[in-house]
């Protein structure tokens, strides 16, 4: 009985005019607001989740609830869209800086709550007994603040907050870009390990014919018995690379499926292609693709934001040893059961003086100049690489194009070579070494086009990554890039 008699005069006190004639009144007050405080940060969380975070390319935005980063089977030949959609969506890198793009969005959520009233309300309850009497109390106290002038110690604290969230967000894109570029090399591996298998299994089966050959001519008695072991050697030899060859293609489909965000041991298949085409020459300006990666290579981008960030907490840090302007409301409003009330109504502005806080103050700042100095240097650093990421990638690009093209004379003339050495040979006009010299020549010639082709395709990935370029348009680009 006590109890329901408690809770029906707690909700009395709320029903109470008084109550609602506090709120009111200040609110009125809080309109009076400057009003560049409110317009600067009011905006909502829908603002800082789509306006802030673009960093992964679209329809990958948020990886855990995409339709396209649904469960897939991959019991088809997986061209090279298909496998970068998969390291997007399932590699756990991904997830993670976006995860932390979305930390830092709540920070500045977090900064900018600094900008609006707050407004505590604190309700108890007692129950009083004698021996004459027994009656209960219930008190309610609200109290509502607003901080009016800080010498820009919030200002300082949301372009903190932006700044890292920028960098967030640029670091978020600065992954995907090089998941994006790990996932395309890994595709290209595992085309050139499946091209250098077929070529070792073609060497193979010329080894084989040399010595089925040369094994003839010893049984007919026009051979002698070096002829027939060496090209046994050169046979088994053969075997035990195609061997080798057949691990490496595992080892690179495991590279693949790591990459992708899956096991391993995953059964995966790459959908067959041509990608020795002969590729034009490259013929660009160095020192303008320099200048647009400077402008637009995530990591840069978020080291300045980095830098911009530790700028605001100097600021910040000077701003927080200085006065605060505030003003307050509070009303208190006491119910008793024996019809006794109390109601009392408080308005005040109320200035905060830091006079001494142990020098603690002097070193905070200290400590955000070093910070500040910290982030500037790395920014030069990395803009010093970001220019020789270009470089190395562009000279490789140039080294890679132009190989290509070394080595289809290299293959064409070591073919007509081969040929003609095991046709003497059969002939008995030729001998077995020169036979089995220009046989291996052969296999060294289609291996370094093999190479030749797999490093200009990296290297024109590695290009667009340096400059900052690489995305989902890029990829379709790329050769054999389309599903099959």
């Not at 300006?285 to 320099?290: F, S, V």
């Not at 910070?371 to 470089?391: F, G, H, I, M, P």
Request: proline content about 3%.
């Amino acid at each position: 009985m006590h109890m329901w008699r408690l809770i029906t005069q707690l909700l009395k006190s709320f029903s109470n005019l008084n109550f609602f004639r506090f709120f009111l009144t200040f609110f009125l007050i809080s309109a009076f607001i400057p009003a560049y405080a409110l317009d600067s940060i009011w905006y909502s969380d829908k603002d800082l989740k789509e306006d802030n975070i673009k960093a992964i390319p679209e329809g990958y935005m948020d990886p855990s609830v995409t339709d396209a980063c649904g469960t897939k089977t991959y019991d088809k030949p997986l061209s090279l869209v298909d496998v970068t959609e998969a390291a997007l969506c399932h590699n756990p890198q991904t997830k993670e800086v976006y995860a932390t793009a979305k930390a830092q969005a709540a920070q500045v959520g977090i900064a900018r709550s600094l900008f609006f009233p707050s407004v505590t309300d604190t309700v108890s309850t007692s129950e009083n007994k004698t021996r004459s009497t027994n009656y209960s109390d219930v008190t309610n106290k609200i109290v509502a603040s607003y901080l009016l002038y800080d010498f820009g110690s919030r200002d300082a604290t949301l372009e903190n907050a932006n700044q890292l969230l920028k960098a967030a967000s640029a670091t978020q894109n600065a992954t995907v870009q090089n998941v994006l570029l790990s996932a395309v090399n890994a595709f290209y591996q595992v085309h050139a390990s499946k091209a250098i298998l077929n070529a070792s299994i073609e060497t193979e089966h010329l080894y084989q014919e040399s010595f089925k050959s040369a094994e003839a001519k010893y049984i007919a008695g026009v051979a002698t018995p070096a002829d027939k072991l060496q090209a046994q050697t050169s046979f088994a030899n053969a075997t035990l690379t195609k061997i080798t060859n057949e691990g490496t293609l595992k080892i690179a489909y495991g590279n693949l499926a790591n990459i992708m965000g899956v096991p391993a041991s995953m059964r995966l298949e790459i959908a067959d292609a041509k990608l020795d085409t002969i590729p034009d020459m490259i013929d660009q300006d160095i020192e303008a693709l320099i200048e647009q990666a400077r402008s637009q290579r995530p990591d840069l981008i978020a080291s300045e934001a980095q830098l911009k960030a530790s700028l605001a907490k100097i600021e910040g840090a000077k701003a927080d040893s200085k006065p605060t302007v505030s003003m307050s409301l509070s009303n208190t409003h006491s119910d008793d059961s024996n019809a006794a009330f109390t109601n009392n109504s408080a308005i005040g502005l109320n200035v905060s003086i830091p006079l001494f806080g142990g020098y603690k103050p002097t070193y905070l700042i200290r400590s955000a100049e070093a910070t500040a100095e910290l982030n500037a240097s790395q920014r030069d650093q990395l803009k010093l690489q970001v220019s020789l990421d270009v470089w190395t990638a562009y000279q490789n690009l140039k080294t890679a194009n132009e190989s290509i093209a070394a080595s289809n004379v290299l293959v064409s003339s070591a073919e007509e070579s081969s040929r003609v050495a095991l046709g003497r040979y059969k002939e008995g006009v030729g001998n077995i070494i020169d036979t089995l010299n220009a046989q291996s020549a052969l296999a060294n010639a289609k291996q370094q086009k093999i190479q030749s082709v797999l490093n200009w395709n990296i290297a024109r990935t590695t290009l667009a990554q340096s400059i900052g370029v690489l995305d989902n348009a890029m990829i379709q680009k790329l050769p054999e890039a389309k599903r099959q």
